[in-house]
């Protein structure tokens, strides 16, 4: 499922699935991380692999130009085809709303991948504090809430990373 994931870009016809792949994982790692023996969780790798999938997922990919772009060319090239104005309206609405549930979603996963000891060895350079900042800079205070829970679930994991966490958020306060 994961090369799935990585390797079939976005479209409209697969948002949803996509949400429901972050459900999944997410469902799957809360009961793995409260409730499994501590040999029965994601493997290191995996719960690595996962977190860039939904780190992609959960800023809606605008931050990777070509996939944004590829996007928006086809939203716009299926929205020539419709030519009822409130329908075209309707749609972009919808696909506005689908793509914020997917964030979300994917954020609450990552979330979950990031309870428990770090996959690697952080540092202060480490590109999961600049994720965070970005995260906490959002317009949808649902979406900041639950970053909120991310950082508080990174820490709590990771007590030896506060240092470089304190001195990223000093050089972009929140």
């Known amino acids: 499922m994961l090369s799935f994931f990585t390797t079939v870009p976005a ?9 429901n792949f972050a459900i999944l994982v997410r469902g799957i790692g809360r009961s793995l991380y409260y409730f499994a023996s501590p040999g029965q969780t994601f493997r290191a790798s995996l719960r690595r692999d996962l977190f860039a999938l939904f780190e992609r997922w959960c800023v809606s ?5 070509q996939q944004s772009e590829d996007f928006r060319k086809r939203l716009e090239s299926f929205l020539t085809t419709v030519k009822d104005p409130k329908q075209k309206k309707d749609y972009t609405a919808v696909v506005q709303e689908k793509s914020l549930a997917l964030q979300f979603a994917s954020l609450q996963a990552a979330t979950v991948l990031l309870l428990g000891p770090h996959w690697g060895p952080v540092t202060s350079g480490d590109t999961i504090f600049d994720w965070m900042a970005y995260l906490l ?30 001195h990223h958020f000093d050089m972009y306060p929140v």
Request: aromatic share 6%; with cysteine.
């Open 11 to 19: 479209t409209l016809e697969n948002l949803a699935l996509r949400e």
């Open 61 to 65: 990919e605008p931050n990777d130009p």
């Open 137 to 166: 800079h959002a317009e949808h205070s649902a979406i900041v809430n639950e970053a909120y829970k991310t950082l508080a679930a990174f820490m709590q994991g990771n007590r030896l990373s506060i240092v470089y966490l304190c």
